[in-house]
Nanobody
Framework: VQLQASGGGLVQAGGSLRLSCAAS????????MGWFRQAPGKEREFVGG????????HYADSVKGRFTISRDNAKNTVYLQMNSLKPEDTAVYYC????????????????????WGQGTLVTVSS
């Protein structure tokens, strides 16, 4: 499985960006995909994840109401739409995937994911 994350960039506070995570070699009918981020000097943190079997999505409290995860099965791609961006959203964003489905409450754990993309940098200026 290979994951290719893209869409990062520089945006002003209040702006929007959409990140993409294109997967190859991954069956989109099952498993989970997640988004994580890591700011300079901080640990990697969970942003949101999707259960690819039933479409249920779980978000971190810090992004609820601002970020939206969606998917396009035909393109084997998962998206992270980020609105109302804040300077504290500045980080390298990673997508991750696992082949075997796990419960939604476990999706926030980085260790359950088998595959990771290379990361894409999001910088939000104040």
């Amino acid at each position: 499985v290979q994951l290719q994350a893209s869409g990062g960039g520089l945006v002003q506070a209040g702006g929007s960006l959409r990140l993409s995570c294109a997967a190859s070699g991954h069956t989109f009918s099952s498993g989970n995909m997640g988004w994580f981020r890591q700011a300079p000097g901080k640990e990697r943190e969970f942003v949101g994840g999707i259960d690819l079997w039933n479409g249920r999505i779980h978000y971190a409290d810090s992004v609820k109401g601002r970020f939206t995860i969606s998917r396009d099965n035909a393109k084997n791609t998962v998206y992270l739409q980020m609105n109302s961006l804040k300077p504290e959203d500045t980080a390298v964003y990673y997508c991750a995937a696992r082949n075997r489905r796990i419960i939604i409450s476990a999706m926030n754990q980085a260790g359950v994911y088998e595959y990771w993309g290379q990361g894409t940098l999001v910088t939000v200026s104040s």
